[in-house]
């Protein structure tokens, strides 16, 4: 991963997701649906912003470009996988992880696949499965 440039228009052949968001979500480049408690930590205005005009992350969005990182990693995650497909994330908190890892597999490179979310704090756990059930994923299925 120390050369970023092969990976600088790594989403430029992704369009971006329409559809309905319901009231209380937001969604991303990707589709991605998240209830809006889960992002407590974020400016309400960037999250607005984000529902209004969803736009594939990159390296020169805040936090060092963490959300570019972390979505190319699923991409190459979903490019490399060949027969089955197991996606493991600890501190899982509500899911994030788990559910791009599908979301990014399901765009690329369609198939089954085995989703592991450990989250010690109860709340945050049941997060897990409402954030799955909000994408489509039934989490006693992966």
Known sequence: MND???YR???KDFKPWKGHVPEGFVANYW???TNKSFL???DPQEVEEARINPRPPSLGDGMNGEVWFEAINWLAAAQ???SRYIMMTLGANYGAQAVGAHR???LVNPMNCTL???EAEPGNFAWIFDHMRDNGIDPAAH
């Open 4 to 6: 970023l440039g092969a």
């Open 9 to 11: 228009d790594a989403f």
């Open 31 to 33: 589709g991605i649906l």
């Open 40 to 42: 407590f930590d974020l």
């Open 80 to 82: 490399d996988a060949h």
């Open 104 to 106: 990014m597999l399901q």
């Open 116 to 118: 592991v979310a450990v």
